[in-house]
């Protein structure tokens, strides 16, 4: 019995450290998703720095071979740590999805059946009061003082389709969808809180990442092409130059100061 107790303490142990290990993982991942813009920011101001800095070298002294061997050194770390940022995103995302399918488990079909009866039947009742003119959010927040998370779940699942055809206005799907992500995960059963809370990180993290992603590319490819678009590296330069001196005046010339005052790149 001793024995048996013993082993069954130990495997608890290891269950909670491999389950605390999980979570690490995972809060990781959730977090550096969230990163992913401001690291794809990083890149293209890198980009923008390295090439007004050849552009205003003195070509005299070192020459219009020199400049294009810089130039093509700068598009290629851009691009490969486009490259790098980009498959780590996807890592990132698979690393939280692989952990929610995990939380979720097996799917019971006669659980999944009824579930999307009372769903259909809340949504029934949820259309009605919206045709009468009970506008969305006084849906749901009736729907969380009531915890209940079948009409939640449905009004999450129905409502854009229904703005788009409705025809009055309505509250803007965006906003409804804010107040749904509360409320769902406020009513759901305690033991998947956890797995929802963390689904809503993945949704909102890796549609910040995918734009930021495109978004640093097209950046990237458009200073590519600067010697046939010079009014886009002009343009960088600028905007980058005002966002580092928005908040806080420093005198020309000082450390850490990405610019001076004609847009030139410091030492």
Do not use: C
Not at 99 to 121: S, W
Not at 138 to 143: D, N, P, Q, T, V
């Amino acid at each position: 019995m001793t024995n048996n107790l013993m082993t069954e303490v130990l495997e608890n142990m290891r269950a909670e450290r491999a389950a605390e290990a999980t979570r690490t993982r995972v809060d990781g991942a959730v977090t550096a998703l969230h990163g992913v813009p401001a690291a794809a920011e990083q890149i293209v101001d890198r980009l923008v720095t390295e090439l007004h800095r050849v552009r205003t070298a003195d070509l005299e002294k070192l020459g219009t071979e020199w400049r294009d061997r810089e130039n093509e050194r700068a598009l290629a770390e851009a691009n490969e740590a486009a490259d790098r940022l980009a498959e780590a995103a996807a890592g990132h995302v698979r690393t939280v999805a692989e952990f929610t399918t995990a939380q979720a488990g097996p799917v019971d079909p006669n659980v999944a059946l009824l579930a999307e009866i009372r769903q259909g039947k809340a949504w029934d009742r949820l259309r009605t009061q919206l045709d009468a003119g009970v506008d969305a959010l006084s849906l749901i927040g009736r729907a969380r003082d009531a915890a209940d998370h079948d009409a939640l779940t449905a009004l999450r699942a129905e409502y854009s389709a229904y703005a788009v055809g409705a025809k009055r206005v309505v509250v803007d799907p965006a906003v409804v969808d804010n107040h749904l992500d509360e409320a769902v995960l406020a009513t759901a059963p305690k033991d998947e809180r956890a797995r929802l809370r963390v689904e809503r990180e993945l949704a909102s993290g890796a549609e910040g990442a995918d734009r930021a992603v495109a978004s640093m590319r097209r950046q990237v490819g458009t200073l590519g092409n600067f010697r046939q678009n010079g009014q886009a590296l002009d343009m960088a330069v600028r905007m980058q130059y005002v966002r580092d001196n928005a908040t806080v005046e420093k005198p020309i010339g000082q450390p850490g100061e990405a610019h001076d005052a004609t847009g030139s790149a410091s030492d």
